[in-house]
């Protein structure tokens, strides 16, 4: 599912860069420092936690007299680093602003507003885009762990991206608990 969200959502930087479609990149960002690298917009996932708020939640479903056991989802907060290499530096700045301007102006990315030409991914309900600010000392530690070269970026906590196993087991409705206590 996380490649799926990473390729939905590198789909619709192109689109709204008006990029051509190697120009938006899905790549560690320690490339982007290499000699022979490619030009563009470089999305890379650079930190995954649990959505610990959606935790608990119900084990079992009923269906008719049937029972379905199923380890509930994981929801994923995903960190994504978008970086911006072009041959001009204003370019990489001016691209890096239309990509803040996308994300301001449709955070939430759902059925309801996608469009026929980038479908969200099968089994995904929202993707929730939060701006994450980083200290000078914290974007010094991330780009160091990169490669040490600072291009020009903004980092992104993505919500509500859903892990569901299809391990079911299903069986009938425990409706009484009978004891035995061996005494007679």
Do not use: C
């Not at 990149?25 to 959606?54: C, F, M, Q, R, T």
């Not at 939430?108 to 980083?134: C, M, Q, R, Y």
């Not at 409705?173 to 061996?182: F, K």
């Amino acid at each position: 599912m996380i490649n799926e969200v990473l390729e939905y959502i590198r789909r619709e930087v192109r689109d709204y860069l008006v990029l051509n479609d190697d120009d938006a990149i899905i790549n560690h960002a320690h490339v982007l420092k290499e000699p022979n690298n490619d030009n563009g917009a470089y999305i890379s996932l650079v930190n995954i936690e649990e959505e610990a708020v959606l935790k608990n939640t119900r084990h079992s479903l009923r269906i008719n007299d049937q029972m379905i056991y199923q380890q509930p989802p994981v929801f994923l907060n995903l960190y994504l680093l978008f970086s911006f290499e072009f041959g001009n530096y204003s370019t990489s700045l001016t691209r890096l602003s239309k990509a803040i301007e996308r994300f301001q102006s449709k955070p939430v990315f759902s059925a309801e507003n996608e469009t026929a030409t980038n479908p969200l991914p099968d089994g995904l309900e929202k993707l929730i885009f939060d701006f994450h600010n980083l200290s000078f000392e914290q974007l010094n530690h991330l780009w160091g762990v990169l490669g040490g070269a600072y291009f020009p970026s903004v980092l992104y906590k993505v919500r509500m991206v859903r892990i569901q196993s299809d391990d079911r087991i299903t069986g009938p409705e425990i409706t009484r608990i009978q004891l035995e206590t061996g005494v007679k």
